[in-house]
């Protein structure tokens, strides 16, 4: 294998390993060097594993999206944690009875409109239907 440095007479750290796939050489990490806004650079393929890296390629190169590790969490869902953990203020400190009253009520206002939206589909829009 040569390196970048062999071919080039430069002095990268990188080194070709198989087509569209380098190794650098201090860290043992494989990388590819794509176009992004007409400009050559280095995009880690975040693996040392060469199996891996050849999959991670594949996939960014056919455009596959990665599935979603984690659920989508509702605002509905966020305010019943809030509500489970016993209304905490800022600091995760108790609160008065007097304002834990208050915030069961709100919360119960909050879940009638925002308990199915998702948290990633909160806009100002949301919040303007939510106001009227």
């Given at each position: 294998m040569?390196?970048?440095?062999?071919?080039?007479?430069?002095?990268?750290?990188?080194?070709?390993?198989?087509?569209?796939?380098?190794?650098?050489?201090?860290?043992?990490?494989?990388?590819?060097?794509?176009?992004?806004?007409?400009?050559?650079?280095?995009?880690?393929?975040?693996?040392?594993?060469?199996?891996?890296?050849?999959?991670?390629l594949?996939?960014r190169?056919?455009?596959?999206?990665?599935?979603?590790?984690?659920?989508?969490?509702?605002?509905?869902?966020?305010?019943?944690?809030?509500?489970?953990?016993?209304?905490?203020?800022?600091?995760?400190?108790?609160?008065?009875?007097?304002?834990?009253?208050?915030?069961?009520?709100?919360?119960?206002?909050?879940?009638?409109?925002?308990?199915?939206?998702?948290?990633?589909?909160?806009?100002?829009?949301?919040?303007?239907?939510?106001?009227?």
């Open positions: 040569k390196t970048i440095a062999e071919k080039t007479g430069s002095s990268s750290p990188f080194e070709l390993v198989e087509t569209g796939i380098y190794r650098k050489t201090t860290n043992g990490c494989y990388y590819e060097h794509p176009h992004v806004n007409g400009r050559r650079t280095w995009r880690s393929l975040e693996t040392k594993n060469l199996k891996h890296a050849k999959e991670e594949y996939r190169r056919a455009g596959v999206v990665k599935r979603d590790v984690f659920k989508t969490v509702t605002t509905g869902e966020v305010i019943r944690k809030y509500q489970a953990d016993d209304y905490p203020d800022q600091q995760r400190q108790k609160r008065t009875a007097r304002m834990v009253t208050l915030e069961t009520r709100n919360c119960i206002m909050l879940l009638k409109f925002w308990d199915k939206i998702s948290v990633e589909d909160v806009t100002i829009a949301n919040c303007d239907s939510y106001r009227n």
